[in-house]
Protein backbone atom coordinates (compact mmCIF):
# COMPACT_ATOMS: atom_id res chain seq x y z
CA UNK A 1 0.00 0.00 0.00
CA UNK A 2 1.10 3.67 -0.48
CA UNK A 3 1.71 5.04 2.34
CA UNK A 4 0.60 9.42 3.11
CA UNK A 5 2.52 11.32 5.69
CA UNK A 6 1.09 14.54 6.41
CA UNK A 7 2.48 17.57 8.26
CA UNK A 8 2.08 19.09 10.98
CA UNK A 9 -0.11 16.94 13.17
CA UNK A 10 -1.77 20.70 14.39
CA UNK A 11 -1.81 23.86 12.95
CA UNK A 12 -3.33 26.80 14.85
CA UNK A 13 -3.34 29.54 12.63
CA UNK A 14 -4.37 33.64 13.06
CA UNK A 15 -7.34 34.72 10.75
CA UNK A 16 -5.74 36.22 7.59
CA UNK A 17 -2.40 34.18 7.65
CA UNK A 18 -1.48 31.67 5.03
CA UNK A 19 -1.33 27.96 6.66
CA UNK A 20 0.56 25.64 4.77
CA UNK A 21 0.31 21.49 5.07
CA UNK A 22 2.91 18.70 3.79
CA UNK A 23 2.04 15.40 2.45
CA UNK A 24 4.26 13.01 1.30
CA UNK A 25 3.65 9.65 -0.33
CA UNK A 26 6.03 6.49 -0.11
CA UNK A 27 5.98 5.89 -4.16
CA UNK A 28 5.32 8.81 -6.83
CA UNK A 29 1.80 9.78 -7.60
CA UNK A 30 2.51 10.96 -11.08
CA UNK A 31 0.70 9.04 -13.67
CA UNK A 32 1.83 8.57 -17.33
CA UNK A 33 -1.04 11.11 -18.55
CA UNK A 34 0.94 13.89 -16.40
CA UNK A 35 -1.35 14.09 -13.80
CA UNK A 36 -0.76 13.69 -10.01
CA UNK A 37 -3.65 11.36 -8.28
CA UNK A 38 -3.90 13.95 -4.81
CA UNK A 39 -6.85 14.81 -2.97
CA UNK A 40 -7.02 17.02 -0.26
CA UNK A 41 -10.25 16.96 2.09
CA UNK A 42 -11.29 19.29 5.05
CA UNK A 43 -13.86 17.52 7.34
CA UNK A 44 -15.49 19.74 9.72
CA UNK A 45 -16.82 18.41 12.68
CA UNK A 46 -19.64 16.53 12.81
CA UNK A 47 -19.14 16.51 8.72
CA UNK A 48 -18.42 14.21 6.31
CA UNK A 49 -15.18 15.02 4.44
CA UNK A 50 -15.28 17.60 1.81
CA UNK A 51 -13.15 17.87 -1.49
CA UNK A 52 -10.91 20.96 -1.65
CA UNK A 53 -8.44 19.32 -4.36
CA UNK A 54 -8.05 16.97 -6.75
CA UNK A 55 -5.24 15.39 -9.37
CA UNK A 56 -3.25 17.58 -6.79
CA UNK A 57 -3.62 21.27 -8.09
CA UNK A 58 -7.73 21.08 -9.54
CA UNK A 59 -9.77 23.35 -7.28
CA UNK A 60 -13.16 21.06 -6.62
CA UNK A 61 -16.51 23.12 -7.67
CA UNK A 62 -17.27 25.89 -5.22
CA UNK A 63 -13.90 25.64 -3.06
CA UNK A 64 -12.97 29.59 -2.48
CA UNK A 65 -9.53 30.18 -4.43
CA UNK A 66 -7.93 30.51 -1.40
CA UNK A 67 -7.48 27.03 -1.57
CA UNK A 68 -4.29 25.57 -3.37
CA UNK A 69 -2.56 22.64 -4.12
CA UNK A 70 0.72 22.34 -5.63
CA UNK A 71 3.51 19.42 -5.89
CA UNK A 72 4.28 16.52 -8.03
CA UNK A 73 5.70 12.97 -7.50
CA UNK A 74 6.31 12.34 -3.89
CA UNK A 75 5.90 15.76 -2.25
CA UNK A 76 2.41 17.83 -2.42
CA UNK A 77 1.35 20.87 -0.25
CA UNK A 78 -1.96 22.06 0.29
CA UNK A 79 -2.04 26.27 0.83
CA UNK A 80 -5.15 28.65 2.60
CA UNK A 81 -4.09 32.06 1.40
CA UNK A 82 -5.93 34.00 4.52
CA UNK A 83 -7.03 31.69 6.80
CA UNK A 84 -11.37 32.24 7.64
CA UNK A 85 -12.43 31.09 10.89
CA UNK A 86 -14.86 28.68 8.86
CA UNK A 87 -11.58 26.54 7.62
CA UNK A 88 -10.94 25.12 11.02
CA UNK A 89 -11.21 21.20 10.78
CA UNK A 90 -9.21 18.68 9.92
CA UNK A 91 -7.27 18.11 6.61
CA UNK A 92 -6.32 15.11 4.59
CA UNK A 93 -4.76 13.88 2.04
CA UNK A 94 -5.63 10.61 -0.10
CA UNK A 95 -3.60 9.32 -2.99
CA UNK A 96 -5.85 7.69 -6.09
CA UNK A 97 -2.93 6.18 -7.75
CA UNK A 98 -3.92 2.91 -7.10
CA UNK A 99 -5.98 0.76 -4.74
CA UNK A 100 -6.14 0.81 -1.82
CA UNK A 101 -6.45 4.44 -1.68
CA UNK A 102 -4.69 5.59 1.09
CA UNK A 103 -5.72 8.92 3.44
CA UNK A 104 -2.82 10.69 5.20
CA UNK A 105 -3.40 10.90 8.90
CA UNK A 106 -4.54 14.17 9.11
CA UNK A 107 -3.45 18.01 10.40
CA UNK A 108 -5.84 20.01 12.72
CA UNK A 109 -5.98 23.66 12.13
CA UNK A 110 -7.34 26.09 14.40
CA UNK A 111 -7.58 29.46 15.27
CA UNK A 112 -5.47 30.79 17.92
CA UNK B 1 -29.16 17.70 -7.57
CA UNK B 2 -27.55 14.57 -7.26
CA UNK B 3 -27.66 13.30 -3.36
CA UNK B 4 -26.36 10.34 -1.46
CA UNK B 5 -28.57 8.70 1.45
CA UNK B 6 -27.80 5.71 3.21
CA UNK B 7 -29.18 3.58 5.65
CA UNK B 8 -28.50 -0.10 7.91
CA UNK B 9 -28.08 -0.97 11.05
CA UNK B 10 -25.84 1.08 13.71
CA UNK B 11 -25.68 -1.48 16.19
CA UNK B 12 -23.63 -4.78 15.78
CA UNK B 13 -23.16 -8.08 18.26
CA UNK B 14 -19.59 -9.46 17.68
CA UNK B 15 -19.48 -11.68 14.28
CA UNK B 16 -22.16 -10.50 12.80
CA UNK B 17 -22.76 -9.06 9.80
CA UNK B 18 -22.97 -5.04 8.46
CA UNK B 19 -24.90 -4.72 6.12
CA UNK B 20 -25.60 -0.72 4.94
CA UNK B 21 -27.15 0.58 1.55
CA UNK B 22 -26.87 4.20 -0.21
CA UNK B 23 -29.07 5.60 -2.72
CA UNK B 24 -28.14 7.85 -5.47
CA UNK B 25 -30.51 10.56 -6.19
CA UNK B 26 -31.35 12.68 -9.14
CA UNK B 27 -28.38 11.82 -10.95
CA UNK B 28 -26.59 8.88 -12.72
CA UNK B 29 -25.68 5.93 -11.91
CA UNK B 30 -23.16 4.87 -14.37
CA UNK B 31 -19.84 6.20 -15.13
CA UNK B 32 -18.56 6.36 -11.54
CA UNK B 33 -17.38 4.14 -8.64
CA UNK B 34 -19.20 4.24 -5.98
CA UNK B 35 -17.26 3.41 -2.86
CA UNK B 36 -17.92 2.98 1.34
CA UNK B 37 -15.00 4.59 3.18
CA UNK B 38 -15.17 3.93 7.15
CA UNK B 39 -13.62 6.11 10.15
CA UNK B 40 -12.32 5.18 13.24
CA UNK B 41 -10.37 6.61 15.88
CA UNK B 42 -7.66 4.24 15.99
CA UNK B 43 -7.34 3.58 11.98
CA UNK B 44 -8.22 7.09 10.67
CA UNK B 45 -9.87 7.10 7.50
CA UNK B 46 -9.96 3.89 5.54
CA UNK B 47 -11.22 3.16 1.76
CA UNK B 48 -13.10 -0.13 1.97
CA UNK B 49 -14.03 -0.60 -1.70
CA UNK B 50 -15.61 0.05 -4.75
CA UNK B 51 -17.46 -0.60 -7.31
CA UNK B 52 -19.15 0.44 -10.65
CA UNK B 53 -22.86 0.45 -12.08
CA UNK B 54 -21.81 -3.27 -14.02
CA UNK B 55 -20.81 -4.72 -10.79
CA UNK B 56 -16.83 -4.17 -11.24
CA UNK B 57 -15.64 -4.28 -7.56
CA UNK B 58 -11.83 -3.45 -5.87
CA UNK B 59 -11.94 -4.28 -2.19
CA UNK B 60 -8.90 -3.27 0.19
CA UNK B 61 -7.05 -6.23 0.60
CA UNK B 62 -6.86 -5.64 4.68
CA UNK B 63 -10.92 -6.52 4.41
CA UNK B 64 -10.73 -9.08 1.73
CA UNK B 65 -12.41 -12.19 2.64
CA UNK B 66 -15.06 -10.83 4.59
CA UNK B 67 -16.53 -7.79 2.33
CA UNK B 68 -19.20 -7.58 -0.22
CA UNK B 69 -20.49 -5.24 -2.67
CA UNK B 70 -23.08 -5.17 -4.55
CA UNK B 71 -25.25 -2.84 -6.87
CA UNK B 72 -28.81 -2.78 -7.79
CA UNK B 73 -29.36 -0.73 -10.86
CA UNK B 74 -33.25 -0.50 -11.07
CA UNK B 75 -33.04 1.40 -7.96
CA UNK B 76 -29.59 3.25 -8.25
CA UNK B 77 -28.32 1.82 -5.14
CA UNK B 78 -25.58 0.49 -4.24
CA UNK B 79 -24.57 -1.84 -0.53
CA UNK B 80 -21.58 -3.22 1.99
CA UNK B 81 -22.23 -5.68 3.50
CA UNK B 82 -18.65 -6.80 5.85
CA UNK B 83 -18.92 -9.93 7.79
CA UNK B 84 -17.31 -11.05 10.82
CA UNK B 85 -17.51 -7.78 12.69
CA UNK B 86 -15.37 -6.99 15.97
CA UNK B 87 -14.87 -3.96 18.37
CA UNK B 88 -12.43 -2.71 15.48
CA UNK B 89 -15.13 -2.33 12.89
CA UNK B 90 -16.36 0.63 15.13
CA UNK B 91 -16.78 3.73 13.53
CA UNK B 92 -18.43 6.03 10.84
CA UNK B 93 -18.97 4.36 7.65
CA UNK B 94 -20.37 6.67 4.66
CA UNK B 95 -20.70 6.17 1.12
CA UNK B 96 -19.19 8.28 -1.50
CA UNK B 97 -18.83 9.04 -5.80
CA UNK B 98 -15.87 8.60 -7.46
CA UNK B 99 -14.30 8.29 -10.22
CA UNK B 100 -12.65 5.77 -12.72
CA UNK B 101 -9.34 6.82 -12.39
CA UNK B 102 -9.65 7.10 -8.52
CA UNK B 103 -10.55 9.71 -5.88
CA UNK B 104 -12.61 12.82 -6.10
CA UNK B 105 -15.19 11.95 -3.65
CA UNK B 106 -17.30 15.36 -4.00
CA UNK B 107 -20.59 13.80 -3.33
CA UNK B 108 -20.74 12.36 0.12
CA UNK B 109 -23.69 10.41 2.29
CA UNK B 110 -24.24 11.46 5.54
CA UNK B 111 -22.44 8.09 7.48
CA UNK B 112 -23.65 5.39 9.71
CA UNK B 113 -22.54 4.89 13.07
CA UNK B 114 -21.49 1.15 13.50
CA UNK B 115 -21.16 0.30 16.75
CA UNK B 116 -20.10 -3.36 17.71
CA UNK B 117 -20.61 -5.06 21.22
CA UNK B 118 -21.90 -7.50 22.91
Partial sequence: DIVMTQSPLSLPVTPGETASISCRSSQSLLYSNGYNYLDWYLQKPGQSP??????????????????????????????????????????????????????????????? | QVQLQQWGAGLLKPSETLSLTCAVYGGSFSGFYWTWIRQSPGKGLEWIGEINHSGSSNYNPSLEGRVTMSVDTSKNQFSLNLTSMTAADTGVYSCTRGYLGGGNFQLWGQGTLVAVSS
Fill in chain 1, 50 to 112: QLLIYLGSHRASGVPDRFSGSGSGTDFTLKISGVEAEDVGVYYCMQALETPLTFGGGTKVDIK
